[in-house]
């Protein structure tokens, strides 16, 4: 998480890409997000920017679900990071597409060595932090705006190796212990 923080910090990407990292908004929602939907140290999350038939990018005023529509509290780093920029029309990213914001990331990966992942896999990022936290599924399906549980355990949520590590030692020490 580190990496990718530092490898995006001041560059035209950063933001959308923390979005997706530290809130685990959708692509679609993000584009959306406007200035007034961010206050008091929350964002509203609500409607989507999508290609439409013409794989024109359109405005919706809905999100991908009902349970999409949410609001959350916005981590101090990237409260730190949005008010550090220039407020340039109603959108908070502004003048970048999806396929621009890729194109952009997948060149930093490239320039710090980084394996190549998509703007969604950061998103699966957040659900699988959430998971090592022991952060309920409730709570993780709604910060996420899933509306069950199947996508978040099957789709998204996703084991750590250090994690793995950490339990094998816990279930071999109690194991050493009874022995």
Known sequence: MHTIISSVYGEDIEIPVLFALLLGLRQSEIQALKW????NCR???KGAIVPN???KLIEKSTN????STRELAVPD?????????????D????NLTPNMILDRFFKLQEKYGMRRFTMHSLRH????????????DKYA?????HSTPYMLKTIYQHTFDEEHRRVADKVNKAINDLL
């Open 64 to 67: 991908k679900s009902f349970t």
């Open 125 to 136: 990022a957040n659900a699988s932090l959430m998971l090592q936290l022991g952060i309920s």
């Open 36 to 39: 007034s939907n961010y206050r």
């Open 77 to 89: 780093y990237l409260i730190k990071r949005l008010d550090s920029i220039e407020h340039k029309g």
């Open 43 to 45: 964002i509203y999350v």
């Open 141 to 145: 399906m709604e910060r996420l705006g």
């Open 53 to 55: 038939e013409n794989n």
């Open 91 to 94: 959108y908070i990213v502004n």
